[in-house]
Each structure stands twice: as C-alpha cells, then as structure tokens.
Nanobody, 120 residues
C-alpha cells in the first residue's frame, strides 16, 4: 500500500521557519519523482511549490532516500504562505489516491496534507 504522510506543520509568526516532512512507503521512493503542492483555501487552486516565484531563497526542497523522506524547509514565512501543504508521488502503478487533493497529470499518490498558518 502506498502511503505518504506529511508532518511538521503548525502556526508561526511572520518571519518564522518550519520544516515539513513527507514519509513515504509502499513504492520505490528513490526512483520516484516527488513534489510539494499547497492550497491556500478549500476549493482554491493548488500550487506546485517549486514553481512559486516567491519561494526563491526562502523554501528549499530536499530528500533523503535512505529514510524515504522528502523535506520542505520554509524560512522567512509570511501570511501568504498560509496553506495546506501536500506531498505527491509519481508512481503509475495501481489506482492512485482515490480522492487526490489536487488534480495533476504527473502525480498519482498524495498525502492528507499538513496545515501551515502564518500570523502577522
């Protein structure tokens, strides 16, 4: 069974930092493309974190294949970063997540998300 479990979200003040983790299991993590997405409000569009211009110099994505874990280090957070953050895996085996939070062509499995709230 493919599982993606995000953790590390929480509430911080503007300028604070958080590190999100995504623990993966049930598929060959080291061979799979992974990504972070976020959604700022229910029903709003999902954003691919790595494509967000304002993340440059503030957000850093990394992975540790020995731990089957992907990370999102977020620094100098501001209220616009308030969102639910999801990790996603490209693994076209099986049916994929039954109710993906975001609709994409590339990614098949999704975690349940972790909430990040940034206050003034």
């Amino acid at each position: 069974e493919v599982r993606l479990v995000e953790s590390g979200g929480g509430s911080v003040q503007t300028g604070g930092s958080l590190r999100l983790s995504c623990l993966a299991s049930g598929f060959p993590f080291a061979d799979s493309n992974m990504a972070w997405y976020r959604r700022r409000a229910p029903g709003s569009e999902c954003e691919l974190v790595s494509s967000i211009g304002s993340m440059k110099g503030r957000f850093f994505i990394s992975r540790d294949n020995t731990k089957n874990t992907m990370y999102l280090q977020m620094n100098n957070l501001n209220p616009d970063d308030t969102a639910t953050y999801y990790c996603a895996a490209e693994w076209p085996v099986g049916l994929g997540s039954p109710r993906p939070p975001c609709l994409t062509r590339e990614y098949d499995y999704w975690g349940r998300g972790t909430q990040v709230t940034v206050s003034e």
